[in-house]
C-alpha cells in the first residue's frame, strides 16, 4: 500500500491504492511513454494599428501637376472601357483561360487598381533618376577621355581584368591617335596626362606611333618631355635586330633627354641594348666606361645583354665565356641566373667544347637551380658529336621523360640528330612519320633525315648496336616508336617505303631519290640549303657509283657567276674519228651496265629544273664532297675541272664576302682533300707538290698527309716519307706546336739537366 497525497481545492485527501512495481529490465509489450519537454506557449504577434497620420509631401511643381491631371484622365478613360468589356467576358471565362481547374475566383475591383496603378506613378515621378553608369575604359586621363567619347572603348579593348599595355588586343592605336588629333590632340593637356597616355601604348605599337606622337607634340606647342623620350627609346629597341637609322634615332633622343635631366642606370641599359642589337659592341665598351666613370654600378641585366651580344650576334664564344665569368665572380647580385647558364652551355655545345658544357651543367646543378628541357636537349645533342660521351646521348633525352615534359619541336629535332648521325634509318624515318602527322616538318627534321641516308650502314656489315638500343629503356622507346609507325599508309604523299626496315643501299638510293623530288615539289626551300645538299651528295658518294653522284651534283648545285670576271676562251680540238667513236662506245656501254636509281618525277620536273630555282649555290664544302667522289671513282677529268671551277669560285662574291681566316680555313680543307684525291689514284708526286706549295701557308700535320705517307710506305717511297716528315716538323715549329731543337738546348743548358 501506498499513501499519495494530493493537494485538490487546498486540502488533502488520502487515497490508497494498488499499485504493481515492474522492473525496468522486464520485457513488455507496452511501449515506454515519452514525455514532450516543456515550451513555452507561442503568442500571436499584436497587429500593429495603421497610422492615420499623413506624412508630409514635398510641393508639387507645374510639370508634376500637369502630369497628374494627363494621368487621371487616362486612368479615367480606363476605367470607362474596363467597365464595358467586363460586360461582355465574365470574370470565370477570363481566369480560366489563366488558370484552369479555379472555378470561384473573387471579382476583381477595377477601380482600386486603376488607382494602385495612378498611385505608383503620381510617386515615381517625384523620385530622382539615376545616371547611367559609364562603360568602362582603358583609364585614361580624364580629360582625353572626355575628347575621345567611346572610340577608346570601340578601338581599343583591354584583354584582361587589368590594363596594362601587354594585355590589349584590338590594337588601333594610329585611329586612336587620328582621333585624337582632331578633337584637339595635346593642347591644353598637361605633361602629366600625355605620359600616362603614351605609357598605355604597347611598345610593339608605339614603335610605329613615334612620328604621329612628335607631329602631335610640335602641333600642341609641346617640347616632348624626357620621359616619353626614354618611352621611345624603348620601343625603339625592342624584337631583334636594330638597324643604323633606328639606332640614330635612340642617340638622338638620349641626347635630349641628358639635355633636361642626367642619365640614370634605365637610360644606359636601354643604350647598351640599343648597341648590342646593333652588334656595335665597341659602342658597348664605350658605354660600360661611361659608367665606370661616374661610378654607376654594372647591374645583372648590362652584364646579361653583353653576354647575349657576344654569344648570339657576334657568335664570339670566347668573349662570352669572359662575361660570363664575370658576372659570376663579380658579385652576388649579378651571378648568372637559370637562363644565362643555358644560353652558355648551349654555346659550349654549338662549339664544340662538350666538356666546358658539361662541367657548367654540373655546376648549374650544385647551385641548385631548376633543371630545363634546353639544357638537357643540347647536351644530348653534343654528345650525339662525341664519340666518348655518345653512350649518354639518349640518357638526356630519357630525363626530359622522367621529368614529365612533353618534348618540344627543338627536343624533337635534336632526337632525329641523334639517330641520324647514329645511322639508325629505321628510328629517324619513324621520328620523321610523326611530324609529318602532326603536321611539324622543319628544315632541321629534313636535315636529319638526309644526313640519316649519308650514314647508313647495311645490316651484314654493321658491327655495333644502334645508341638507343643499349639500354632496357631505349630498346623500349625505339620499339614502342616503330610500332607506332605504319608506313603502308602514306601521310601527306610523303614518299616512304613501304616497311620499316631497309635491307640495301639500292632502297636507299631510291628513297632519297624520291624524297628529294617530292621536296621540290612541297618543300623547295629545304632543297637549297647547303647541309641538305651536302647530305644528299653523300648519298651518292658512300651507297652510289660515280654516274649517280655525277646527275645528283649537275641537277641540285650550280656555280654562281656572281663577281666572276668574264673572260673569253678558245680552246681547239682537232677532231680523230676513231677517239670519238670509241669514246662514245664506252659512253652507251656504262649507261647500259649502271643504271641510275632516280625517281620517275624527275621525269616531270625537267622544265622546273632547268633554271636554278630549285639548286643551291656551290660553296667550298660541296666541292670537297665533289673532289673527294673524284678521288674514291678515280675520275681524273672531273677532278680537273673541280680544281678549275673551285678557282673561279674563289672570285665570286660568294666568297670574297668571308672573313680572311674563313677563306684560308676553307682552302686548308680543300688542299687536304686534294692531296687525299690525287693519292686515291696514285699521284703520288702530284699530292706531294700541292703539300709543298702550301707548306708556308697550311699548318700540316698527319692527320692530312697519314694517308700519303702510308701509300708512300707501300710503294717503297722513303725518300718521299722523309720529306713529309720534315714538312711536319716544320709546321709544328711554326705554328707553335713542337719546340725547336735550339730552344730546346738552351733550355736545357739554362736548367742544367
Known sequence: MIRSTVRQNNSLLLLSKRCLFVPSSSITNRPKRKLKPFT?????????????????????????????????????????????????????????????????????????????????????GTKELEKPKPPPSLMFPEQINQRLGLVSDMLIQPNGKTNLPQEIKNNNWNMLLIQLDQTGGFKGLTQKDITHFIRKIPLKNLKSLIPHLEKMHHDAGLTIHYNVYYLFTRALTTGGRISDLQLKMVERYFDEISKQTELKIDHYETMVYAYVKNNNMTKVD??????????????????????????FYQKNHDKALEVFDAMKFFSKETSPDENVYTDVIISCVANRQLEKGL?????????????????????????????????????YIFQIYDYGWAPTLQTYEHMLYISATDGDVELTRALFYKLLESNSVSGQAFISLMLS??????????????????????????????????F????????????????????ILAESSAVWAHAIIKYPQFVRQHQVVTSYLTVALELGEFEEFKDRFDASTYLNTEGIPKAREVEIIEPDQENDTTDEVKQQDSSSSNELIKSPIFKHLEPALVDNRFKAARDSFIYNIAIRAAGRFKKYEFAQDILKERGQYRKSNNFKRLTPKEQEREDFQFASYLVECWTNMNLLEDAYAVVLSSVERFPWSWKQLGVLSRAAMKLGSLSLVES??????????????????????????????
Not at 97 to 122: C, H, M
Open 359 to 395: 662541367d657548367l651543367y654540373q655546376e648549374f646543378q650544385d647551385n641548385n637551380l631548376k633543371v630545363n628541357q634546353r639544357i638537357l636537349s643540347a647536351l644530348a645533342k653534343g654528345c650525339s658529336r662525341s664519340r666518348q660521351y655518345k653512350f649518354d646521348a639518349w640518357n
Open 488 to 507: 603502308t599508309k602514306p601521310v601527306q604523299e610523303f614518299p616512304f617505303l613501304p616497311f620499316q626496315t631497309i635491307p640495301d643501299t639500292k632502297f
Open 453 to 486: 641516308y649519308s650514314k647508313y650502314i647495311p645490316p651484314s656489315r654493321r658491327t655495333e648496336p644502334f645508341l638507343a638500343s643499349l639500354t632496357d629503356k631505349g630498346r623500349l622507346f625505339r620499339q614502342g616508336i616503330l610500332n607506332g609507325v605504319d
Open 724 to 753: 713529309l716528315k720534315n714538312v711536319v716538323r716544320f709546321s709544328q715549329e711554326k705554328n707553335h706546336g713542337k719546340i725547336k731543337y735550339i730552344d730546346f738546348k738552351t733550355y736545357v743548358m739554362n736548367r742544367g739537366y
Open 286 to 311: 664605350d658605354v660600360l666606361k661611361i659608367m665606370k666613370d661616374k661610378d654607376i654600378p654594372i647591374s645583372k641585366s648590362i652584364y646579361t645583354a653583353v653576354f647575349q651580344g657576344y654569344s
Open 40 to 124: 513555452e506557449p507561442k503568442l500571436k504577434p499584436k497587429p500593429k494599428p495603421r497610422s492615420t497620420e499623413e506624412q508630409p509631401q514635398p510641393k508639387p511643381s507645374a510639370v508634376d501637376i500637369k502630369l497628374q491631371s494627363k494621368a487621371k484622365h487616362s486612368l479615367k478613360g480606363l476605367r470607362s472601357l474596363s467597365r464595358e468589356i467586363s460586360h461582355y467576358i465574365s470574370p470565370d471565362a477570363l481566369t480560366t483561360t489563366i488558370k484552369p481547374g479555379i472555378k470561384d475566383l473573387p471579382p476583381i475591383d477595377i477601380e482600386d487598381t486603376s488607382d494602385d496603378i495612378f498611385n505608383q506613378i503620381n510617386n515615381s
